[in-house]
């Protein structure tokens, strides 16, 4: 907490700068951090003051002033909040403090498979928006039939990344398929990609034009007047790694590609950041290594079941889970992160 408190003042006396407002994105990038670096102390201030309560309550209690039941209200309430900030805690890294960028590909299954993405990311619009996040659409292509093959939104807010960088893997859903006419069981696939969205200049990622190849095309997706009718869409290839990304989410082709070149740097920076980890822990990046074998959860409707595989949380109720529920298990992979056991099937 004195870390924290110094930080505080440290960034403080830089807004009070004349010049402080002269480079807007650095001004926002501290402004951020204050504001992150004081919703800690505010925390921790609201833990002293609610275990002085208890301890308080506590002495009149034993003079007979308060009830046993007051002293055990106050005891869970106290006790909640505590797990909670030990819990958020957990979000310890640089760029869990991010917003994130997600991807979802629908893999082998068709249209199955296609109507499976797009569940996918109305769950996830629907969490981020519950836990209090700005949801911008980046990218979408629809499905042949129903659904879409692949789509990227951005997840706006303190700690979107380490929030969701739990969910990278692939997802299997187990359902009575609508789409098959005999009404057979079906299993399909789509694959969740995080990254967090480097928003300041304070990470350095060197990017040479001559490593990147543009394309433009016309918008696609869903609904008539999201749908740009000229070319503004942009495709941007870094020939070095290989990563791809698309954005059609500004009307504006320049608008496109500078949020195009974000993705690409955010990208870049999350492959920079596994690099570093296969080099420090080599067993433990093998677990967590993004590949399209890597399934992490199973979604199994008509059994009414939800199970991580790497943590081994379950739930059954997966209507809760499709419509956005999914802080248990994001909890559970945190915690799981901490100390990785592996869990038997």
Request: hydrophobic share 35%; aromatic share 8%; with cysteine.
């Amino acid at each position: 907490m004195d870390n924290r408190l110094r930080e505080i003042e440290d960034l403080t006396s830089q807004t009070l700068d004349p010049n402080f407002w002269n480079d807007p994105k650095r001004a926002e990038g501290i402004q951020r951090q204050i504001g992150i670096s004081q919703n800690w102390v505010n925390d921790y201030n609201t833990i002293a003051r609610e275990v002085d309560d208890l301890e308080g309550l506590f002495e009149f209690q034993k003079e007979g002033l308060s009830t046993e039941a007051e002293v055990d209200a106050q005891y869970a309430r106290t006790a909640e909040i505590l797990a909670d900030a030990e819990f958020r805690s957990t979000l310890n890294k640089k760029e869990d403090e991010m917003s994130a960028v997600l991807t979802i590909n629908a893999g082998a299954g068709g249209t199955e498979a296609c109507d499976w993405s797009a569940m996918l990311l109305r769950m996830y619009r629907m969490w981020a928006e519950r836990a209090g996040f700005k949801v911008v659409e980046l990218f979408e292509q629809a499905g042949e039939e129903a659904g879409i093959k692949s789509a990227s939104i951005e997840v706006v807010g303190p700690y979107a990344y380490g929030w969701l960088k739990s969910e990278n893997g692939v997802h299997r859903l187990v359902r009575i398929s609508p789409f098959n006419a005999q009404g057979k069981r079906q299993t399909s696939f789509a694959a969740v990609f995080v990254y967090p969205l480097v928003e300041d200049d304070s990470i350095q990622i060197d990017i040479r034009p001559d490593d990147i190849e543009m394309d433009v095309f016309r918008a696609s997706g869903a609904g008539g007047q999201h749908v740009n009718r000229t070319e503004s869409a942009v495709r941007l290839r870094h020939l070095p790694s290989g990563v791809v990304v698309e954005c059609q989410a500004e009307r504006s082709q320049h608008q496109n590609r500078d949020r195009a070149m974000q993705m690409l740097r955010s990208r870049l920076y999350e492959l920079e950041l596994r690099k570093r980890q296969e080099e420090k822990d080599k067993i433990e990046a093998g677990k967590s290594k993004i590949e399209w074998g890597s399934q992490i959860r199973s979604y199994v409707l008509d059994d009414r079941w939800v199970k991580d595989l790497r943590t081994g949380h379950k739930v059954h109720n997966p209507d809760a889970v499709l419509d956005g529920d999914l802080d248990g298990f994001l909890k559970a992979f945190l915690m799981w992160q901490s100390n990785p056991v592996p869990v038997e099937e």
